[in-house]
């Protein structure tokens, strides 16, 4: 049987949340989404969380909340899940790839601070990996345009930087609870934010644009059955089926973050004698709660050394594409080249098997066939 790179890890306790969930009167927009909510302000450090469908509604519904629109510019990492870019660009802005740092592949802020303009609305960085960008920098730099940073954290929740939970660092960060992810609820997604503004501007654009807030209203003078849509948009909702398996599995988050830790560390010591490896770096001033194992090897080898993972059973992923070379971007006119550091990233990269059911014995058969590959 193949080990995947990730996978999810339900215990009975997440299966009777559900199961409550479906004997009781709301299978959604009732009490689970709220409580779901609280708990991920509570483990972000925000005041206010919006769930909604999934990580990509969560990057849709930030930029939304953000107004980012037609005439503006969103400087994105080409280092990570096209949804980062593919929703800024389908509310009307323009996306302008910046490079990333050759040892965290994270969005570099000198590389920021070169492609930033006064038509700036947003900057768009990703913990890759789990590794917290470097947030303060960044922050740096978008203030001086006074540009909003958003953080993809689809890789990141419980990761700390210098101290703090990753939620409530950057302008607005996203989460996503996909099965591959640190927590999930089948399909998920969150908004945080230190602006709890920012927060119900997500949610709203989450629940079609509806205001029910009689004093926020344009024509306030209907009678009670009224709400009102002042700006056009989607129904992203997370039900509270999903919302209980979520809250369940967030109880658990730090159980996950050590295993992920443990499992690191194995990598690492079985690993860290190859001479033709790269692992991946931990800065300091970061706890990572670590969603990928990502390791490096010469680019004209990477192929070779994941067919022969995938043959012997280890089902390896390349994180990522870069964004801009898939043929949507293309056809925009983005050429290749643009982001050598994250080009160079994405040759060389193989992401191992990482998830908290991960075994020893599985994990020490990936490391035994890497090496034989290598050999
Ligand atoms: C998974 C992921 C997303 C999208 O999340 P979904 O829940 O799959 O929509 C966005 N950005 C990054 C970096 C991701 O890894």
């Not at 890890?9 to 009167?25: N, P, R």
């Not at 689809?154 to 703090?164: D, E, N, Q």
């Not at 654009?205 to 344009?218: E, I, L, Q």
């Not at 160079?344 to 193989?350: C, D, G, K, L, W």
Request: aromatic share 8%.
């Amino acid at each position: 049987m193949a080990i995947p790179y990730g996978r999810q890890s339900i215990d009975e306790s997440d299966v009777q949340a559900v199961v409550e969930v479906l004997h009781g009167d709301w299978l959604t927009t009732g009490p689970k989404v709220t409580s779901f909510e609280r708990a991920i302000a509570a483990t972000a450090g925000t005041p206010d969380a919006a769930v909604v469908s999934n990580g990509t509604a969560a990057l849709h519904c930030a930029y939304a909340a953000l107004g980012v629109g037609p005439g503006d510019e969103v400087v994105v990492t080409p280092l990570t899940f096209v949804a980062t870019a593919a929703t800024a660009t389908l509310l009307g802005a323009s996306v302008v790839f910046a490079d990333v740092e050759e040892d965290t592949g994270n969005l570099d802020p000198r590389a920021v601070a070169a492609a930033i303009t006064e038509r700036t609305k947003a900057v768009a960085a990703v913990d890759f990996a789990g590794h917290p960008a470097e947030i303060d920098e960044l922050l740096d730099v978008t203030r001086a345009v006074g540009a909003a940073l958003l953080e993809d954290a689809a890789h990141s929740i419980a990761s700390t930087y210098r101290g703090m939970p990753v939620g409530g660092l950057a302008d607005v960060t996203t989460f996503s609870f996909f099965p591959t992810k640190n927590l999930t609820s089948g399909e998920g997604g969150a908004v945080v934010s230190p602006d709890a503004g920012i927060v119900e501007r997500a949610r709203r654009y989450a629940h079609h644009g509806t205001v029910r807030d009689r004093t926020a209203m344009r024509y306030p003078a209907e009678g009670d059955w009224y709400y009102e849509v002042e700006q056009l948009a989607l129904n992203y909702r997370l039900p509270d089926v999903l919302c209980a398996l979520g809250e369940s599995q967030l109880a658990r988050i730090h159980a996950f973050k050590a295993r992920r830790s443990d499992i690191f560390e194995r990598y690492v010591d079985g690993l860290s004698d190859v001479d033709e490896l790269r692992l991946p770096t931990r800065r300091a001033h970061t706890d990572p709660m670590w969603h990928l194992f990502p390791v490096r090897v010469p680019a004209e080898r990477r192929r070779a050394v994941f067919e022969r993972l995938r043959e012997r059973g280890v089902n390896v992923q390349v994180n990522y594409v870069p964004v801009y070379w898939h043929p949507a971007y293309a056809d925009l006119g983005y050429r290749r080249g643009q982001c050598p550091v994250a080009e160079q990233y994405y040759r060389e990269e193989i992401s191992l098997p990482m998830y908290a059911d991960l075994s020893a014995a599985d994990q020490d058969y990936v490391i035994e066939t890497l090496r034989g590959a290598l050999e």
